[in-house]
């Protein structure tokens, strides 16, 4: 029987049942702290497993139960960035909430796919079609529309069979997370086992991670070797994608605070080969059009707290074109951050306000590696414009890279964008390049490129036909304007020997050119 594996997430206000619902659910009791139980509120992020047995397939679903409370909806948001389907509780004596509302925008902002709605507290009214009719015109005119709402109890019992096998169709119909080939767990907790060392937990998206397998911890780059991996307390050899996942780090220690040298919450446990963090990215910014229309619009160069995966950091946002973003609005925007982000392009986040009180905007980043002088330049505006068009399509990542850069390593390609390998690969059949080893160049450029350093070795031969070319460190001088990459040099001048041309030494010309006196000076031998 076929195993796959999936990431749920509670969400919705305070106190509307949802730690409950998640017991109910797993038989396990998400809220962890002995203050969560005292408060009766989730404070941190708790979880849970459920399995569901289909016909063809057994469904292993990890569950992270978020916090309601507005005061912690910053760990909420830790707990909803790589999820396959979310939970939106709602209580029927209540109905909709402020939190209800903040935690929709916020699924919407990260991606989410797909929503159920579970309507609790069902016994606790009287007209319970009414109450499901209230929850159903929210949710009109959002990418849920038309999720199933089920109405339970926990008092009684009621619905939450229903809701088993209503979760059961939605994960049947979802299509598991792939296999990019590059892991990264975003770190939610970091603890010491006494016995075992540094022990990490996450949930795992991107890529596989296997036992003894080197890592590196992102973005302090502390190197580490996993010693063992847990899944839902069992311990396995190797994880996918989609999975809640503990990863025994013996070499790292934990960290005592935020910037200080060992693993934190926010961290991020990838490979080495995947880059470094980011100061600067430009990004792709949407205020909800569900936001009151006085809601004070986003300032240029406003600081603001940058929610993405289980991290929170500190930054400032800059307009592109704008002085502001006002709701309902969208904006290519540049994010400086007060310190570096471990960042892919395609990745989703959410900023709220720099005292962490309200959620602002969603987005999507761009350009991971960017950089304020090249903002504002012509070259970076087309870019950015044609990304944000389709920013989770590879044809169009790759197009925008090398419609740019003009030339790019292959890997380049791969390290710090959302896809895989293979549809880098696919999106370069397509496109208008040409590949020489590891580069990557566009055509169009290439082609004129060539025609450049072709007519530069003629002036040579014009200017002195009594030399066999023009000396290769001349040729590169000339060029260096147009050089995106000092290996495009060398490709270059092997691209050239095989068309018509010679190196002789360390000078390159034409291989029809023979060396000649000038003509003045062959009129004086005369």
Known sequence: ???????????????????????????????????????????????????L????????????????HEDFVKNMVAGVGSID?????????????????????????????????ALTKIDLVEAADAAE????????????????????????????????????REFSVLVPQRDLGKPRLAVDRAFILRGIGTIVTGTL??????????????PAKIPARIRTIQNHNREVEAIGPGARTALSLPDVAVAREKNTLGVWRGDVITLSEFGEASAIADVMLSRSRRLPMKTRSIKHGTAMRVHHGSANFGARAFFQTSEELRAGETAIAQIRFDEPAFLFAGDRFVIRDAAEQNTLAGGVVLDPDSSARNFRRAAQREFLAKRAQAPHEAGVFVATQIGRDCAVKRNALVVKSSF?????????????????????????????????????????????????????????????????????????????????FVRTGEAIGRATHRPTLPLQLQIAAQ
């Open 420 to 500: 895989s390998a293979d549809d880098i690969a696919e999106s370069l059949r397509s496109a208008n390049v040409i590949e020489r080893g590891e580069l990557v160049v566009d055509a169009k450029w290439w082609n004129e490129f060539l025609r450049q350093a072709e007519a530069t070795i003629d002036v040579e031969h014009r200017t002195h036909p009594n030399r066999r070319g023009l000396a290769l460190s001349e040729l590169r001088q000339a060029l260096a304007g147009e050089l995106p990459l000092p290996e495009v040099f060398d490709v270059l001048a092997s691209e050239l020997c095989r068309n018509g």
């Open 53 to 68: 047995r289909m016909p063809d397939a057994l469904l292993s679903i990890g569950i992270v139960d978020v916090p309601g």
């Open 205 to 218: 998206v991107g890529g596989t991670l296997r036992r003894g397998q080197a890592v590196v911890v992102q």
């Open 133 to 168: 009719e209230k929850v159903r015109a929210q949710l009109r005119d959002t990418p849920f529309g038309d999720a199933a709402i089920v109405r339970t109890s926990i008092t009684t019992g009621s619905g939450v069979e229903e809701l088993k096998a209503q979760l059961a």
């Open 85 to 117: 389907l979310a939970l939106l509780v709602v209580a029927a004596d209540d109905g909709w909430m402020p939190q209800t509302e903040e935690h929709l925008q916020i699924l919407i902002y990260l991606g989410v796919r797909r929503v159920v709605v």
């Open 1 to 51: 029987m076929e195993l796959k594996r999936f990431i749920l997430a509670t969400a919705g206000h305070v106190d509307h049942g949802k730690s409950a619902l998640v017991r109910a659910l797993t038989g396990t009791d998400p809220d962890r702290l002995p203050e969560e139980k005292l408060r009766g509120i989730t404070i941190e992020l708790g979880f849970a497993q459920l399995e």
